[in-house]
């Protein structure tokens, strides 16, 4: 129970009717929250010029404690005991405010856009300017300077990019902007060879290996056709270019700056090709000579010999000719500053792994200490045995995958097909071949079946066919190819030799005449075809003796690696070997 009110106070309430706090009755007012509109229109009544931020300050002192009328307390009538004490400076809620602290100061809600003039006006052409105003501008909009992690991401997702090993650098968004490249080396790329924007497995292997003379290791996971060559070629001229070049003396007797492993001849001698559309144009523009020199089985040491007698800045070589090599003592490994591992997972898989770990020994043992080595690694698919090399012979790696299992996969079109045998497979390849522009490769798995097919071609259409086997000589099969390559024949017959590395551009058809004995050749041999963001095609003919579980693989490929919705497997392949179809046990009573 409340405590009565002191009867003078009662009587000082009722002198004092219609106060500022009172009614016209004398009862003490309601206490009322105004609004601001109500407290501006309070303000300009009386005539004060108090600012905005002043009312805001003093709204405390508005704040008056109600009280219930329902209750008949006498403090109701008579008011309240404080209200008799002298008035303070400031409130109980008094608190200092500052704009600088209002966390919605500058919000521009979507809401409070115009929103049909944003729908008729159009930024670009494929995007509007109201997914402009939400999203931001894009990172192909932007200048370095603006770019933030968000972007970053982005631009990673948009090129299948997942890098890991820490302190990884950003993906290069063109050839200019990091000014990495040396200004003759980069006219080289863009107007020479037309090279006009860099590929993903290029955009994260060139910043993150030539940062300001800072040389770090790299390994690479693409698929073939993904400019891998480009992407090694480039770092080692760089780091090339910022010294002077050699005369022939010296490179005879430090050897080369930069050795490149690969697994077969052919893609040896394509490297070099490619090394040297560079090179030669280099040497003429900036005068510095640098000299690319392969070493490959099928030729003999004297003629290695020949080719090294000036030395060279950039060797590429199979790993098993190269120790030939070294342990005849035709070149020394004292100067490599870069060491690359071309198709790594494919030198495993030819057994080339005790050669290529006795060659990385060697380079070790007799490099000069003063030499900062940097090893780049890139192979198709990561094993544990390239796990096992990398930790064993790389320092602290950058690694990168490109599109492996990120949806980003060559644009190919599978189609499998039945064939009893090897002329009813030849009557349906007769129709196919002529429905696709040349060049065409057909793998097959022996070599008296190349010669047949070849001369069935050759007596029943009009169309000129080459091979490519391991019988051929060396000179041979270079001639094949140099055909092949500049359309003298239209279709390249050929084993596997030809099935990993060669970059022989727009293949349209590829054709497994003969299914091969293993997934991994069936992949690789298909990825002929599909490079450099075009479609393609690759038909196979499975018979009626092939190994089940190859084809069981084989079906879970075609069907899970669709990007153009188009594969197709044959019905009679499914029956012939009871794979897609339902199977229902018989049930005897």
Sequence with gaps: MARPVDVS????????????????????????????????????????????????DNTAELFIKQQDNDNNDPLEEGGNEKNSLPKQNGSKFQFSWDESEDTLAGYNPIVSTNVNALLQKRETPSKTALESSYMGKHWTEKSLSEM???????????FAIVTKGGAVENPMRNWEELDVIPKDLLRIVTHDLHFLSPTPIQRITIPNVCRKNQYRD?????????????????????????????PPSLKIMDGPKALILAPTRELVQQIQAEAERVTKIWSIENNYDCKVVSIVGGHSLEEISYSLSEGCDILVATPGRLIDSLDNHLLVMKQVETLVLDEADKMVDLGFEDQVTNILTKVDVGADPSINRQTMMFTATMTSVIEKIAAGYMKKPVY????????SEPLIQQIVEYSDNDEQKFKKLRSVVTKYEPPIIIFINYKQTADWLAEKFQNETNMKVTILHGSKSQDQREHSLKLFRSGKVQIMVATNVAARGLDI???????????????????????RTGRAAKEGTAISYVGGTEDETLIGELHKYVKKHDPLNNNRFSDAVKNKYNFGIEKRNEVIY
């Design 9 to 56: 106070q009662l009587i000082v309430g009722l002198n004092k009717k219609n106060g500022p706090n009172k009614d016209i009755s004398g009862k003490v007012k309601k206490p009322k929250f105004l609004s601001k509109q109500e407290r501006l229109k309070q303000i300009e009544f009386n005539g004060s010029t108090e600012s905005l931020k002043s009312v805001k």
């Design 148 to 158: 933030n992690g968000r972007d970053w991401r982005i631009l990673r997702e948009d």
């Design 218 to 246: 790299f390994l690479g996971v693409a698929s073939t056709g993904s400019g891998k060559t480009l992407a090694f070629i480039v770092p080692i001229l760089i780091r090339m270019s910022r010294s002077s070049s050699r």
């Design 400 to 407: 990168a995958t490109i599109g492996v299992d990120t949806g």
């Design 505 to 527: 551009p727009n293949v349209s058809l590829v054709v497994n005449f003969q299914i091969p004995k293993k997934i991994d050749d069936y992949i690789h041999r298909i990825g």
